[in-house]
């Protein structure tokens, strides 16, 4: 669980401004090195590589990169919109923070700007014959990174913002965040077993928004200061406001600097993200199923498709077991099975209550998960079974319901002492 500056900085240098400015500085540290070199290159060597020409390629560089980068991020912005309009909005962060496309972006952008900062640097008389050979080098190797990231660019537009990828990306966003969370299943507190005191004094939320991140380590440090235990209430992936607790404290606090302390430990946005809510993956992945199933689209097809990758995501959970405890002043709860059973069919079980296909699959889906875990899975998916056959039930036909109920999912029964000891 990373600091609240860290888990900023973390999300800042997935932008893309961060590498265009490392373009811009390498430049800045081309001219740089340029002086301090110049003196111990050979004078041959400038006629013989052609360094006088470098303010030409830079001025082709410079040209050909904006138009580049405009083409480029005309792609990206039509790429982003049909994943919104095909899978959800949701999935459009996932795709923005695209490790491809954002270099691509950044280099061509990066390229444009070190080429804009090497001509004024000639212009104004700053390099030398010796130094123009330095420029010459270093942008013969910004000319080569441009050429492989332009090859990179076009193999992948042939798959970026397509439904498939769309869906790939969110099934590999939920399960990272799902094993981040089995790996710290209680934030690295203590795990809450039983009811929040009822003497505890809830601190409420300043502001309406999603959690986002919690800074386990503050919240543990005030606790420590003030000789107390920390309930948490407030989950990310939470939505809080002025009336919803973000903690419970086993006593008063008087300070108002350490009350605002521990409001800032929680960051709160305007929507979820994927990074620590192993929820979130599974409500947006399902989001695409509904939209599959809507009579608008009326593409079975890809409902079915998910909830293969639903399987493929929940089979990863496991009960925590012996959970490293870092904060033991604070009492975390843990996410049930039962919540993410919920956000991951009850959709798809609204929606595809009238298709037999996607009912069937929804069926042996449930039956998949209790199988894999039968004492994680075997109850909340007897139980969303049994509201799925209900409603299939009033959107089907007899001949239909039938298959339903061959294939519906019941409550495994628990291995005898001899097969468990075998």
Same mark, same amino acid.
């Given at each position: 669980?990373?600091?609240?500056?860290?888990?900023?900085?973390?999300?800042?240098?997935?932008?893309?401004?961060?590498?265009?400015?490392?373009?811009?500085?390498?430049?800045?540290?081309?001219?740089?090195?340029?002086?301090?070199?110049?003196?111990?290159?050979?004078?041959?060597?400038?006629?013989?590589?052609? $360094?006088?020409?470098?303010?030409?390629?830079?001025?082709?560089?410079?040209?050909?990169?904006?138009?580049?980068?405009?083409?480029?991020?005309?792609?990206?912005?039509?790429?982003?919109?049909?994943?919104?309009?095909?899978? +959800? *909005?949701?999935?459009?962060?996932?795709?923005?923070?695209? *490790? +491809? $496309?954002?270099?691509?972006?950044?280099?061509?952008?990066?390229?444009?700007?070190?080429?804009?900062?090497?001509?004024?640097?000639?212009?104004?008389?700053? =390099?030398?014959?010796?130094?123009?050979?330095?420029?010459?080098?270093?942008?013969?190797?910004?000319?080569?990174?441009?050429?492989?990231?332009?090859?990179?660019?076009?193999?992948?537009?042939?798959?970026?913002?397509?439904?498939?990828?769309?869906?790939?990306?969110?099934?590999?966003?939920?399960?990272?965040?799902?094993?981040?969370? /089995?790996? +710290? *299943? =209680?934030?690295?507190?203590?795990?809450?077993?039983?009811?929040?005191?009822?003497?505890?004094?809830?601190?409420?939320?300043?502001? $309406?928004? =999603?959690?986002?991140?919690?800074?386990?380590?503050? /919240?543990? +440090?005030?606790?420590?200061?003030?000789?107390?235990?920390?309930?948490?209430?407030?989950?990310?992936?939470?939505?809080?406001?002025?009336?919803?607790?973000?903690? =419970?404290?086993?006593?008063?606090?008087?300070?108002?600097?350490?009350?605002?302390?521990?409001?800032?430990?929680?960051?709160?946005?305007?929507?979820?993200?994927?990074?620590?809510? *192993?929820?979130?993956?599974?409500?947006?992945?399902?989001?695409?199923?509904?939209?599959?199933?809507?009579? $608008?689209?009326?593409?079975?097809?890809?409902?079915?498709?998910?909830?293969?990758?639903?399987?493929?995501?929940?089979?990863?959970?496991?009960?925590?077991?012996?959970?490293?405890?870092?904060?033991?002043?604070?009492?975390?709860?843990?996410?049930?099975?039962?919540?993410?059973?919920?956000?991951?069919?009850?959709?798809?079980?609204?929606?595809?209550?009238?298709?037999?296909?996607?009912?069937?699959?929804?069926?042996?889906?449930?039956?998949? /998960?209790?199988?894999?875990?039968?004492?994680?899975?075997?109850?909340?998916?007897?139980?969303?079974?049994?509201?799925?056959?209900?409603?299939?039930?009033?959107?089907?036909?007899?001949?239909?319901?039938?298959?339903?109920?061959?294939?519906?999912?019941?409550?495994?029964?628990?291995?005898?002492?001899?097969?468990?000891?075998?």
């Amino acid at each position: 669980m990373t600091s609240k500056i860290g888990w900023h900085l973390l999300r800042q240098l997935r932008k893309v401004w961060v590498r265009v400015t490392a373009f811009a500085l390498l430049a800045v540290a081309t001219a740089v090195l340029a002086q301090l070199i110049a003196p111990l290159i050979p004078s041959s060597w400038i006629m013989k590589i052609g $360094a006088e020409s470098v303010d030409q390629v830079l001025n082709i560089l410079a040209s050909s990169m904006l138009a580049v980068t405009t083409f480029s991020l005309a792609i990206a912005t039509s790429a982003f919109a049909a994943a919104a309009s095909t899978a +959800t *909005p949701r999935a459009t962060a996932l795709l923005q923070e695209d *490790p +491809t $496309a954002q270099n691509v972006l950044a280099t061509f952008l990066g390229a444009f700007l070190f080429s804009l900062v090497g001509i004024i640097a000639l212009q104004a008389g700053y =390099y030398s014959s010796a130094g123009r050979l330095v420029l010459f080098i270093v942008t013969v190797i910004v000319i080569g990174l441009v050429v492989v990231t332009l090859l990179r660019w076009i193999s992948h537009l042939m798959s970026f913002g397509r439904m498939g990828d769309t869906l790939d990306r969110v099934e590999s966003a939920a399960i990272n965040s799902l094993e981040n969370r /089995l790996a +710290t *299943p =209680y934030l690295r507190g203590r795990p809450l077993i039983s009811d929040i005191p009822s003497s505890c004094v809830p601190l409420l939320s300043d502001e $309406a928004g =999603y959690v986002l991140h919690v800074d386990m380590g503050e /919240l543990n +440090t005030i606790a420590k200061v003030l000789q107390c235990k920390i309930w948490l209430r407030a989950l990310p992936g939470s939505f809080v406001h002025q009336a919803r607790a973000l903690i =419970y404290i086993d006593r008063e606090i008087q300070d108002d600097d350490l009350v605002k302390r521990l409001r800032d430990a929680f960051t709160i946005g305007t929507e979820r993200s994927f990074e620590q809510d *192993p929820r979130f993956g599974l409500i947006v992945i399902s989001e695409i199923a509904s939209r599959a199933l809507s009579p $608008a689209v009326n593409d079975p097809g890809t409902a079915i498709s998910i909830l293969g990758r639903v399987v493929r995501i929940l089979s990863r959970w496991r009960e925590p077991v012996d959970a490293e405890i870092e904060y033991d002043a604070i009492f975390v709860p843990a996410v049930t099975a039962n919540a993410l059973i919920i956000d991951a069919f009850r959709p798809i079980v609204r929606d595809g209550a009238g298709c037999i296909e996607v009912q069937i699959r929804v069926q042996k889906a449930l039956q998949a /998960l209790a199988a894999i875990s039968p004492d994680v899975f075997a109850e909340p998916a007897a139980q969303m079974a049994a509201d799925a056959r209900a409603r299939a039930k009033d959107n089907l036909t007899e001949t239909e319901y039938r298959l339903i109920e061959e294939v519906h999912v019941q409550a495994p029964e628990q291995p005898d002492a001899h097969r468990r000891s075998a």
